[in-house]
């Protein structure tokens, strides 16, 4: 006995469903645009809360008020982009890492340039102060 079998067509390939729109307010929203001449490639704010710090590809590093949004300083010194920031817990110090191979520390209330260290080569891209602020690590691209 023979029986006539129907081929069974592929089944077509389905695409997901169109997301649903689930839109819901932001709780976060602009409160201020803060400005360099050029790129910002890293910012901190303070523990206190008061301060926030933009570093840029125009070499500087900004000092502004976080809830006004106003400049307060500008630290130069670096002579390359200034890639990474980190304030101290006590929020009076901040060190700054640089594409010039230098980490500068800068007391954050006046401006001054405390210190300059140069321990690496190459730039650096990452830096921290311990929860004591006795300690500053940093981190780059170490050859050899």
Do not use: E
Request: with cysteine; hydrophobic share 35%.
């Amino acid at each position: 006995m023979f029986s006539r079998t129907q081929k069974k067509a592929a089944p077509k390939p389905t695409s997901p469903p169109p997301p649903k729109s689930q839109s819901q307010p932001s709780p976060w929203k602009c409160v201020h645009t803060l400005t360099h001449l050029n790129w910002v490639f890293t910012t901190a704010i303070s523990p206190d809360g008061q301060t926030l710090a933009s570093g840029s590809s125009d070499n500087t590093i900004k000092i502004w008020h976080l809830h006004t949004g106003k400049l307060l300083y500008t630290f130069t010194g670096h002579t390359k982009w200034v890639r990474c920031l980190a304030f101290s817990p006590d929020s009076q110090t901040l060190v700054s890492g640089s594409d010039d191979s230098s980490i500068k520390i800068w007391q954050v209330s006046t401006a001054k340039l405390l210190n300059t260290l140069k321990v690496h080569s190459t730039p650096v891209f990452s830096v921290i102060i311990s929860p004591d602020g006795q300690t500053i690590l940093s981190g780059g691209i170490q050859v050899g």
